[in-house]
Structures are given as C-alpha cells and as structure tokens.
C-alpha cells in the first residue's frame, strides 16, 4: 500500500454546502482507505427507506436479533449499489474485510451478515448498499477544490447517533457551525 501525504484514512469527509453532486450533497463519509492509488469510504448518514430485516429477507438469511431488524440500511456511495458492505466494530476476521486499524473493519462478504443475524456480533455496524471511491489525486483534487472538510473519525458518531445528527456532530468537533459555511466557494 502507497502511503499518501495527509492520509486520510479513519477520517470523515464532510460535504460543502455548495457540494453540486447529488450523490454526495449533505453527506457525511467515513474514509476507510486512502493510498496513492485512490480512496474508498461509505456515506454514514444516509439512511435509505430499507431495514436490516428487510434485507436478510431478501437475501434469504436469518436474523434472530430484534435490535438489528429495524436498524436502517444505508446509502453507502453510488458504486456497486447492488453489493452490501458493513462498516462495523470491532474489525474482527471475515472472508473479506478491509481492516482500517485495529478497532474499525469494512467488510463486504455475506459471513459477517451470517454472524450478525445468528449471533448479533459484531454488534456495531452500519450495513451500506455500495460506497463511495475516487481514483488516484482525485480527492486531492476534490479537497483543492473545498469540496470537503476533513475530520478525524470519531466511531461514536457513527454508532452512537441517530443519522439525521452524524453530519453536524462531526463538524462541530472542528468547532464549527455548518449553517456559518458559505455555499460560495473560495480562495484566500
């Protein structure tokens, strides 16, 4: 893995509010990986009008755990939106995980969603439909552009709080309020 400068890996993305793309508008976006070659996160508030229980049905798997079955799925990015991925604590071992550090995994094979619905572990996760990826310098460019501010990744925001205040809680670790940002872009 090629490291970048400003590795922005376990940080959030938070969206400008003069963010012109659709997909990402008012979007707050954990960071899972970020190299030279690109980087690649998960939109963590946007939940769509779908529960976990509904998906298990729809992939034909059990879920035993009352505390999962109306937790929301998420909008994770529009890539692959046909295929889940669980951004989840604690990283644990699956088949196919993209572990962040020792504490935060994003995995996207069904053994961790067979886990969640026969044992309820891990027992902090956000499952997305697709994720969010930008190709080599392109979030550079992005952030050049002050498309985003950066936040480190604080894990509580994500499991911790309802979704509709994860975008502002995350800028006000920056000590900042989102209504004061200008929609127009500048600079100095």
């Not at 020792?102 to 961790?112: A, C, K, P, Q």
């Given at each position: 893995?090629d490291?970048?400068?400003?590795?922005?890996?376990?940080?959030?993305?938070?969206?400008?509010?003069?963010?012109?793309?659709?997909?990402f508008?008012?979007?707050?976006?954990?960071?899972?990986?970020?190299?030279a070659?690109?980087?690649?996160?998960?939109?963590?508030?946007?939940?769509?009008?779908?529960?976990?229980?509904?998906?298990?049905?729809?992939?034909?798997?059990?879920?035993?755990?009352?505390?999962?079955?109306?937790?929301?799925v998420?909008?994770?990015?529009?890539?692959q939106?046909?295929?889940?991925?669980?951004?989840?604590?604690?990283?644990?071992?699956?088949?196919?995980?993209l572990?962040?550090?020792?504490?935060?995994?994003?995995?996207?094979?069904?053994?961790?969603?067979?886990?969640?619905?026969?044992?309820?572990?891990?027992?902090?996760?956000?499952?997305?439909?697709?994720?969010?990826?930008?190709?080599?310098?392109?979030?550079?460019?992005?952030?050049?552009?002050?498309?985003?501010?950066?936040?480190?990744?604080?894990?509580?925001?994500?499991?911790?709080?309802?979704?509709?205040?994860?975008?502002?809680?995350?800028?006000?670790?920056?000590?900042?309020?989102?209504?004061?940002?200008?929609?127009?872009?500048?600079?100095?």
């Amino acid at each position: 893995m090629d490291t970048v400068p400003n590795n922005l890996t376990h940080h959030f993305l938070v969206a400008m509010p003069h963010m012109a793309d659709p997909h990402f508008a008012r979007t707050l976006t954990y960071i899972a990986e970020h190299t030279a070659q690109g980087a690649l996160g998960v939109i963590v508030n946007r939940p769509l009008d779908m529960t976990l229980g509904t998906l298990f049905e729809r992939v034909e798997l059990r879920l035993d755990s009352q505390v999962f079955n109306s937790q929301p799925v998420y909008f994770g990015g529009p890539v692959q939106t046909d295929r889940g991925f669980v951004l989840h604590r604690p990283s644990g071992d699956w088949h196919s995980t993209l572990r962040v550090n020792d504490e935060v995994g994003l995995t996207s094979s069904r053994d961790i969603l067979q886990s969640i619905g026969s044992e309820g572990e891990p027992h902090e996760v956000l499952v997305s439909l697709g994720f969010a990826a930008w190709t080599a310098g392109q979030l550079e460019q992005e952030l050049a552009d002050n498309a985003w501010l950066t936040v480190p990744a604080d894990m509580s925001i994500v499991f911790a709080m309802p979704p509709e205040a994860r975008l502002a809680a995350a800028v006000q670790k920056l000590g900042i309020d989102l209504t004061q940002i200008s929609e127009v872009a500048g600079h100095a």
